[in-house]
């Protein structure tokens, strides 16, 4: 069996390996080819090209770097008809992802799976018809999701999500992160502004002025800023002035430990201002309270501004069906009232962890690894589960 993957970002990525290990525990023969990060390429893929290279998001972005990817969707699209695989599965990143479905389906039979559902109950609910026509399957993050995608005819499979079944620090462990970096029982924060270059640079000054009244109102307050491989050193960068002396978790310089000392830091963590996203499930994951902010272009802002259809985009809101973590999107992302809400939820954190237990439960947790639910829901429909 061959199998071409892409993923565009490290979630995606993430992503990505769990189900090439479904797969090869099903299939041992399998190989895989496309685009992915450190992960999947630990499982086995070779790259076609650096993953980052089609991490774009927002209008204003991908316009600004368009030639370049319609480029990169063009090769993308070639190789894998070319290689005439038995399936494509493309993982999120829908911009570059859904794309190359549409170009693959023009020029082959080849099926097509689409591995996350796109947001088409937060906005665009058109978009599932749209996949329709060159997507034959959805892998669903999320338990909700499959009714939109199979009302527009596609087959639809909830998964799960792999952040419920991540291993998570235990307090011993907590305790020696503290204590390894001289931490001890003060209050410890993390600063998460992103996995993206253009997210960093947006939310960065912003994050900055959030830091330096934090700061000011709890100057014993310590700062962690675990940071993603491809933008570390833009990441030390951006904080390198910030008030606090803030410790930077850099994957290169920790290398074989860098995934026990960002779960430490996770689970030893009182609180974290984190970007919108993925991040936010690893936070519950780990029962850590957060407040939440994201900005865009003023394009992106001012289109999706006015097609949003619900009134939270935090993952852990929308799967507990609660609102208790505060967040602060597009024109409300601003220094003052998220210090402010920080500050609050530093003192009062216990809101926070029913609605994260409960988001937990509902994305499997205890139950089957979403990754051997995805590769089971891939050969199935291959006629082969």
């Given at each position: 069996?061959?199998?071409?993957?892409?993923?565009?970002?490290?979630?995606?990525?993430?992503?990505?390996?769990?189900?090439?290990?479904?797969?090869?525990?099903?299939?041992?023969?399998?190989?895989?080819?496309?685009?992915?990060?450190?992960?999947?390429?630990?499982?086995?893929?070779?790259s076609l090209f650096p993953m980052d290279e089609i991490s774009v998001m927002g209008i204003t972005e991908i316009l600004r770097q368009y030639g370049a990817l319609k480029a990169r969707i063009r090769e993308t699209s070639e190789a894998v008809v070319a290689a005439r695989p038995d399936a494509l599965v493309t993982v999120d990143?829908?911009?570059?992802?859904?794309?190359?479905?549409?170009?693959?389906?023009?020029?082959?039979?080849?099926?097509?799976?689409?591995?996350?559902?796109?947001?088409?109950?937060?906005?665009?609910?058109?978009?599932?018809?749209?996949?329709?026509?060159?997507?034959?399957?959805?892998?669903?993050?999320?338990?909700?999701?499959?009714?939109?995608?199979?009302?527009?005819?596609?087959?639809?499979?909830?998964?799960?999500?792999?952040?419920?079944?991540?291993?998570?620090?235990?307090?011993?462990?907590?305790?020696?992160?503290?204590?390894?970096?001289?931490?001890?029982?003060?209050?410890?924060?993390?600063?998460?502004?992103?996995?993206?270059?253009?997210?960093?640079?947006?939310?960065?000054?912003?994050?900055?002025?959030?830091?330096?009244?934090?700061?000011?109102?709890?100057?014993?307050?310590?700062?962690?800023?675990?940071?993603?491989?491809?933008?570390?050193?833009?990441?030390e960068e951006l904080c390198a002035d910030w008030p606090g002396n803030p410790l930077v978790l850099d994957p290169r310089r920790l290398g074989e430990d860098a995934a026990a000392e960002k779960r430490?830091?996770?689970?030893?963590?009182?609180?974290?201002?984190?970007?919108?996203?993925?991040?936010?499930?690893?936070?519950?994951?780990?029962?850590?309270?957060?407040?939440?902010?994201?900005?865009?272009?003023?394009?992106?802002?001012?289109?999706?501004?006015?097609?949003?259809?619900?009134?939270?985009?935090?993952?852990?809101?929308?799967?507990?069906?609660?609102?208790?973590?505060?967040?602060?999107?597009?024109?409300?992302?601003?220094?003052?009232?998220?210090?402010?809400?920080?500050?609050?939820?530093?003192?009062?954190?216990?809101?926070?962890?029913?609605?994260?237990?409960?988001?937990?439960?509902?994305?499997?947790?205890?139950?089957?690894?979403?990754?051997?639910?995805?590769?089971?829901?891939?050969?199935?429909?291959?006629?082969?589960?």
């Amino acid at each position: 069996m061959h199998i071409f993957i892409t993923a565009g970002e490290p979630s995606g990525d993430k992503l990505g390996a769990a189900l090439m290990q479904g797969l090869r525990r099903r299939v041992p023969d399998v190989r895989f080819t496309g685009i992915g990060g450190e992960r999947m390429i630990a499982e086995g893929l070779e790259s076609l090209f650096p993953m980052d290279e089609i991490s774009v998001m927002g209008i204003t972005e991908i316009l600004r770097q368009y030639g370049a990817l319609k480029a990169r969707i063009r090769e993308t699209s070639e190789a894998v008809v070319a290689a005439r695989p038995d399936a494509l599965v493309t993982v999120d990143l829908p911009e570059f992802s859904l794309r190359v479905a549409k170009q693959v389906k023009a020029a082959s039979d080849i099926r097509v799976v689409h591995y996350v559902a796109p947001t088409v109950w937060a906005w665009r609910p058109g978009r599932a018809a749209k996949m329709a026509a060159h997507v034959d399957q959805v892998l669903a993050l999320l338990p909700f999701e499959p009714p939109y995608m199979e009302a527009a005819g596609m087959r639809c499979d909830f998964v799960g999500h792999p952040v419920v079944t991540e291993p998570q620090a235990s307090p011993d462990e907590q305790a020696a992160f503290r204590a390894r970096h001289g931490i001890g029982d003060a209050p410890m924060a993390l600063v998460l502004p992103g996995s993206r270059r253009s997210e960093i640079t947006r939310l960065g000054p912003v994050f900055r002025e959030v830091v330096e009244r934090v700061h000011a109102a709890r100057p014993e307050l310590r700062l962690v800023i675990p940071a993603a491989t491809p933008v570390a050193p833009l990441v030390e960068e951006l904080c390198a002035d910030w008030p606090g002396n803030p410790l930077v978790l850099d994957p290169r310089r920790l290398g074989e430990d860098a995934a026990a000392e960002k779960r430490a830091a996770f689970g030893a963590a009182d609180v974290a201002l984190a970007a919108s996203g993925t991040v936010a499930l690893e936070l519950a994951a780990a029962a850590t309270p957060m407040v939440i902010a994201y900005d865009m272009g003023w394009l992106s802002r001012q289109i999706i501004g006015r097609l949003l259809l619900v009134d939270t985009v935090n993952l852990v809101n929308l799967v507990s069906e609660t609102r208790t973590i505060p967040e602060f999107i597009g024109k409300d992302c601003r220094p003052e009232p998220i210090a402010e809400a920080l500050l609050q939820v530093l003192d009062a954190p216990e809101a926070q962890f029913e609605a994260m237990a409960l988001t937990m439960e509902r994305l499997g947790r205890d139950g089957p690894h979403p990754g051997d639910r995805a590769a089971q829901a891939v050969l199935e429909g291959l006629g082969q589960g």
